[in-house]
């Protein structure tokens, strides 16, 4: 286990191109705990192991940019639903099916947005909460075997939402928005879980009518190219509700960090010869459409990117994107096989590489390693990221930012059969 290795970063780290770096302390900071002030205000922090400043993780793209990292192919661990009303289930009830549309399908994404659309509260914050509730749904087949009287460890270094781990690829080439990623360790196990940043509540309270009108179009699509049942077809009369979900949960190993995540799936091959999950899922997009060079270039530098990393991550094969007007019409639909993107990128100037991508989360999940050392459900280590900065932290106890429930770490402390017992 991780902290059993040296706790000193020049003697944990044999590869000689490793991004890690002593942070240049030019603030002169001092390195003590300080629990109230905001994240932007925070002390930088050092681990306890460790003498002088502490190391930051730089985001520069040409310090990744060495051999494809090992990634496992991911496997479908579980499933789970949330329904109309957000509530959790164990099972693929809210699975869609595919159903492919013509090229040209004129699909209006206006319709129904003022009276079919029933919007998920995004005031609600439901951090890991779900995933939670589906490892505890899962707790016997999850925790390792060993000692059976023990209480549950999980055999994951990493429990997050595959979306988190999108921005963590995407990072050394994010030129806009900054993260913030709060980090708890619990039996072992590093949990992590997005916290909102200032300027992302600032522009989601700015947000024009435009945009929230922008934001349903891309539901609309799926509604016209989703049915919920193998033998149904899609309703475009229906109620666009986004508290639907249904989200895949996989198991998979990047270099040597073992990964346990979710992520939402759009839907799923209905042939019953398709292979089985994830490789039978369909990711729905989509994009306006593409009239001149310049848009296209747009397109390969930023939008296939996010689509390349959120599906990479969970092993879903191909996305099928509805290009679109400025009136919302849907004027022609595309297939892009993930394994083909990186192809359809190399003609252009300075794009992006996957295997970037791919070594920056490899070393962000081992800096979180490093760093996040005392294993306690309410400390929460604080990692923020600023376009053009380095990867710095803070380190909070029982503060607004710890994020395990109680029902969580009460269910997880107990003895496998303490419910059983009289
Ligand atoms: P598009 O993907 O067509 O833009 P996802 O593709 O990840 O399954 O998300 C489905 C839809 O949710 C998006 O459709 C978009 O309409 C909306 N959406 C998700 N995240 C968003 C964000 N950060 N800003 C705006 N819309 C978002
Ligand atoms: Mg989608």
Redesign the pocket.
Known sequence: MDQHRSHNPNSSYQNPQSAYRRHRDAGGRNHCENKRSRPNQQQQHHHHHQSGPAPNLSTRKELYERDFPVYKQPVEIGCFSLDSERRFFNDGRQMRYYVEPERNPNFDLRDGYKDRYIKRDGNVKEKLDHILRWILANKSKLCSKGAAASPCALDFDFVTWRGHLTKLLTTPYEMREGWLLAVTRFKGTLYISEVETEAARREQENRTER?EE??????K??QYTCADDVHSLPDPGGVVN?NEAFCTVVQTRLADHRLLFSG?V?CRDKDPKAPAPPACYV?????AEICTPKQRSNFHRFKLLKWWA?SFLPGVPRVVA?FKDDEGVVVNVDTFPISKISQLIKNEHNCWKPTVCMNFCCDFLSFVKQIAIEDHPSVVYLFSSEPRRDVTFSVHRDSQYSFLPHWFVEEMSSRPDAHHQP
């Open positions: 945009h922008m934001m349903y179009w891309g539901y699509f799926e986004t939402e759009d990711e729905l997009k989509t994009s959120q509805g």
